[in-house]
Nanobody, 125 residues
Framework: VQLQASGGGLVQAGGSLGLSCGAS????????MGWFRQAPGKEREFVAG??????????TDTDSVKGRFTISRDNAKNTVYLQMNSLKPEDTAVYYC?????????????????WGQGTQVTVSS
């Protein structure tokens, strides 16, 4: 499956962005999905995950995105979303969507087989 992340951009602190992840080749309803991010000089880190049905979601254990980010999906549109509110400069990173048939509950990048190309999110102070 080929993933395509979009929706990144430049936003001021406190603003919002909505990321989308679409797919070609396969229907996303077959996959558990995740969003990750990678800031310059840092490792790729898990942000949020959602199961194939969309009924179950989970977020990073840290408080970094709690209450501000929301993952969702619309299988009819073959798209997964990450709504980001109250953005902070420390949210600046390249954001990636990832897919795997059996990644529910997983937060390590190695658990996901398919990756999108990433979309840049820059939050100015």
């Amino acid at each position: 499956v080929q993933l395509q992340a979009s929706g990144g951009g430049l936003v001021q602190a406190g603003g919002s962005l909505g990321l989308s992840c679409g797919a070609s080749g396969r229907t996303l309803s077959m996959y558990d999905m995740g969003w990750f991010r990678q800031a310059p000089g840092k490792e790729r880190e898990f942000v949020a995950g959602i199961d194939r049905s969309g009924d179950n979601v989970y977020y990073t254990d840290t408080d970094s995105v709690k209450g501000r980010f929301t993952i969702s999906r619309d299988n009819a549109k073959n798209t997964v979303y990450l709504q980001m509110n109250s953005l902070k400069p420390e949210d600046t990173a390249v954001y990636y969507c990832a897919a795997d048939r059996l990644a529910w509950g997983a937060s390590h990048p190695a658990r996901y087989q398919y990756w999108g190309q990433g979309t840049q999110v820059t939050v100015s102070s």
